[in-house]
């Protein structure tokens, strides 16, 4: 799909990012980290999927890669990206190289571990990086990172700098005890962004809102810590077809439970909430860059 027309998308691209900063007061993007408490829920998929519904939204959307070592957003969408973002040092290349663009329009970024290698620049290298990545500001409406799985040191990095968080769970008691313990430690680092609880692969209305309830409960009761819920996402074999096929959901079956699903979902993003002003790209670096060291 991605090498079809590559040279015309690639101008496209090239044309709607501007060169150089631009500033503002209010930079419009909204920076949402997607984690999980643990692998296999489904992160990236949805990820991928709520981007290309929001995208349907007439909304503009970036989505970083920013699992080690795994490229799954890659995967999903078919494409392959040739750079990461440690690629923007290198002469002759700015932020639109180092960006694919997908179906709908969304763009994606392969950050993997030049993303961890940030800490290590020199200040002259580190605010060339954040200048280039902040351009997105001045075109993006929607900003989303697909973390890595687990607790670890790296992925509680993305999930407290970003802007708003969602948490990926299904109704398996495993997955169910992962999330909880992902909002127990957002929650140990005095957290601030709105968390919100997306359980994919229900089979029904009622099992959802049960763990939707369960994790509201808990949450509230032991940590002090308050989670709205986005949605469900129903458990649909036409998923795993469409993985197989390295074509997106909401591409090869609009129609399908579970893109209505995520469509539902995007909807309320954009629509049903309340959302304090954005940082942007360039708060979320600043921020992000504050826990690296």
Not at 179 to 197: H, T, V
Not at 199 to 216: F, P, W, Y
């Amino acid at each position: 799909m991605c090498d079809q027309a590559e040279k015309l998308r690639q101008m496209t691209l090239k044309s709607s990012i501007p060169k150089s900063p631009i500033i503002k007061q209010t930079p419009k993007s909204r920076v949402i980290t997607v984690t999980s408490g643990k692998g296999g829920v489904g992160k990236t998929n949805f990820t991928v999927n709520l981007a290309l519904a929001l995208a349907a939204l007439e909304q503009k959307v970036l989505v970083i890669d920013a699992d080690l070592g795994m490229a799954n957003v890659e995967v999903i969408l078919g494409c392959s990206a040739p750079y990461n973002i440690l690629n923007l040092l290198e002469d002759g290349l700015n932020i639109s190289d180092v960006v694919t663009e997908g179906p709908r329009g969304i763009k994606f970024m392969a950050g993997g571990s030049g993303i961890y290698q940030l800490a290590n620049l020199s200040d002259a290298n580190l605010k060339h990086i954040i200048a280039q990545i902040s351009l997105f500001d001045n075109w993006a409406d929607f900003i989303l990172i697909d973390t890595g799985a687990g607790l670890s040191r790296n992925v509680l990095n993305f999930v407290m700098a970003a802007d708003e968080v969602i948490i990926i769970t299904t109704p398996e008691p495993t997955a169910i005890t992962d999330a909880y313990a992902m909002m127990k430690a957002y929650a140990g680092q005095s957290g601030q962004a709105p968390l919100r609880l997306v359980v994919n692969r229900i089979l029904d209305r009622d099992e959802g809102q049960l763990v939707v309830d369960k994790l509201m409960r808990v949450s509230q009761r032991f940590l002090d810590l308050s989670i709205n819920s986005l949605g469900y996402v129903y458990e649909d074999r036409k998923m795993v077809k469409a993985v197989k096929n390295q074509i997106p959901l909401l591409v090869s079956f609009p129609d399908a439970i579970s893109s209505r699903c995520i469509e539902s979902i995007a909807q309320r993003m954009l629509y049903g909430e309340n959302i304090q002003q954005p940082r942007g790209m360039r708060g979320f670096f600043h921020k992000f860059l504050e826990y690296m060291y």
